[in-house]
């Protein structure tokens, strides 16, 4: 099937920096890659809808200029989490869609940690 | 709305036993509907997918789902529990064209097995 990876797979970081987490469609092409984020013990939250070669669609709540979303290339997005404060300590999973179908392939997902 | 519905948050069953996890599902058009598996600390994994056709739909490790659209149901059943099928397990549905719309995620149930 197709595989989806993302990078780091464990990141920590102190409070007012930023990071980058990317996310790598490895062997197909997604015009169509999706944000999720994920507390403990519950359901994937949509952060945003990120297509290739335009600018991200973000889900209500979810601050763009926070959560800065690139997708450069059809096997790339990154997800960048500008100024990480503690409470955005979270589970970051992407997914791209196999197209014609909308099926989504998930990648391993990126555990933040923000001191 | 778009909703999915996964009345059990949390099962128990004991290994070697049948299990049937229950999803609902409200959506405006022919749905595609799916079931992912979560293990802690990893992302989804697709277990089986339902598009078209055959309404009993055989997916990986054993599992399999029926969907019916008389009850608006897709439950994922498997004969006898292994335990290594603990885990989360999320229900989900999406729309059937190749536009961007994501997948609409249930609350997810999780799966304890016990000797």
């Known amino acids: 099937g197709a595989v989806v990876s993302q990078h780091p797979s464990r990141v920590i970081c102190k409070s007012g920096t930023s990071v980058k987490i990317e996310c790598r469609s490895l062997d197909f092409q997604a015009t169509t890659m999706f944000w999720y984020r994920q507390f403990p013990k519950q359901s994937l939250m949509l952060m945003a809808t990120s297509n290739e070669g335009s600018k991200a669609t973000y889900e209500q709540g979810v601050e763009k200029d926070k959560f800065l979303i690139n997708h450069a290339s059809l096997t790339l997005s990154t997800l960048t989490v500008t100024s990480a404060h503690p409470e955005d300590s979270s589970f970051y999973i992407c997914?791209?869609?196999?197209?014609?179908?909308?099926?989504?392939?998930f990648g391993p997902g990126t555990r933040l940690t923000v001191l | 709305a778009q909703s999915v519905t996964q009345p059990d948050i949390h099962i128990t069953v004991s290994e070697g036993a049948s299990l049937e996890l229950r999803c609902n599902y409200s959506?405006?058009?022919?749905?595609?509907l799916f079931w992912y598996v979560q293990s802690p600390g990893q992302g989804l994994q697709l277990l089986l997918k339902y598009f078209s056709g055959d309404t009993l739909v055989q997916g990986i490790k054993g599992f399999e789902a029926e969907f019916k659209r008389s009850q608006s149901s897709f439950n994922l059943r498997k004969p006898s529990v292994h335990w290594s099928d603990a885990a989360e397990y999320f229900c989900?549905?999406?729309?059937?064209?190749?536009?961007?719309?994501?997948?609409?995620f249930g609350k997810g149930t999780r799966l304890s097995v016990i000797a």
């Open positions: 959506y405006g058009a022919t749905p595609y």
């Open positions: 997914s791209a869609r196999l197209a014609p179908y909308n099926e989504q392939f």
């Open positions: 989900a549905v999406g729309a059937i064209d190749s536009g961007n719309t994501p997948l609409v």
